[in-house]
């Protein structure tokens, strides 16, 4: 990979030409690069998700140009360049969202528009989102204990890798949601929208999906050790590779393909029927 981003440094710089210390800008920078892409891939991104994110940290060129006006000139105060570089690139980074790696604990945020903003690597411990539209926004890898998303548009919007212990998303629309590799213990989905949502290798220990409808969606490798799916109704449901002996299945309806899955995984089906 650090090849990889040393030939999008090479391309993103070729515009300024072989300018006065080049070398020492672009070793500076893919040394953040580097080190933005690896924290990144730590929060449980995957390679495609972590180097767009890390390309898009740069920033303009130009205004990395301005922050080292010396490059240009032939300084060669190396520790002015390096300073002013990891300035720079701290700014790129904290421009991308406001609210990334930021600290909103036990705030109200009920009933705001938030489309699509990014919220990585943040303390959101007790925030209430109720109602608010979060489609296609990104928690990802942050801390999100007790918080509530009760009736939220969650459409598209990205946990993964956040600890989302006893969190409410009652109510909330989670059509395409994804949780992938997040905690859910203690946490609600009471009258939720379950519409191809997302908890592959997340842990699911004792959540309740009683008298839920889902559709599409993947429980790949995840833990359900008493997770209750009582009176709930699948459809085109993926189990593979998840625990399911545990979990219980009283009354619950589902298509033929669901049924067998569970059935050759060990589930116990004895109350359950096919729809």
């Known amino acids: 990979m650090e090849k990889k981003l040393k030939q999008f440094l090479d391309n993103r710089f070729a515009p300024y030409g072989n300018f006065p210390s080049k070398e020492d800008v672009t070793k500076e920078l893919l ?11 730590k929060e449980g991104m995957s390679d495609d998700e972590a180097y767009k994110l890390t390309t898009d940290s740069l920033g303009d060129v130009e205004e990395i140009m301005e922050q080292v006006p010396y490059a240009k000139k032939g300084h060669e105060n190396k520790q002015s360049l390096r300073q002013s570089l990891k300035e720079s690139f701290r700014l790129s980074k904290k421009s991308q969202s406001k609210f990334s790696s930021i600290v909103l604990k036990k705030q109200d945020l009920s009933d705001t528009n938030l489309l699509g903003e990014e919220f990585g690597t943040s303390e959101l411990s007790e925030v209430c989102f109720d109602r608010a539209d979060l489609s296609e926004a990104k928690f990802r890898g942050s801390d999100l204990r007790r918080a509530s998303f009760s009736g939220a548009k969650l459409v598209g919007t990205a946990f993964a890798g956040s600890d989302l212990t006893n969190v409410s998303f009652d109510g909330a629309d989670l059509t395409d949601t994804n949780f992938n590799a997040s905690a859910l213990k203690g946490s609600t989905f009471q009258a939720a929208v379950l519409t191809g949502t997302d908890f592959r290798y997340s842990d699911l220990t004792n959540v309740s999906f009683d ?16 997770a209750s799916f009582k009176n709930a109704t699948f459809s085109d449901v993926s189990f593979h590779h998840s625990d399911v002996k545990k979990a219980i299945f009283d009354n619950a309806k589902m298509d033929k393909v669901t049924y067998a899955l569970l059935k050759g995984a060990g589930a116990v089906l004895d109350k359950a029927e096919i729809a």
């Not at 040394?31 to 891939?41: A, I, P």
């Not at 008298?211 to 008493?226: A, E, P, Y």
């Open 211 to 226: 008298d839920q409808t889902l559709t599409g969606v993947v429980f790949d490798k995840t833990s359900l050790r008493g």
């Open 31 to 41: 040394s953040n690069l580097v080190e933005r892409y690896q924290d990144l891939k």
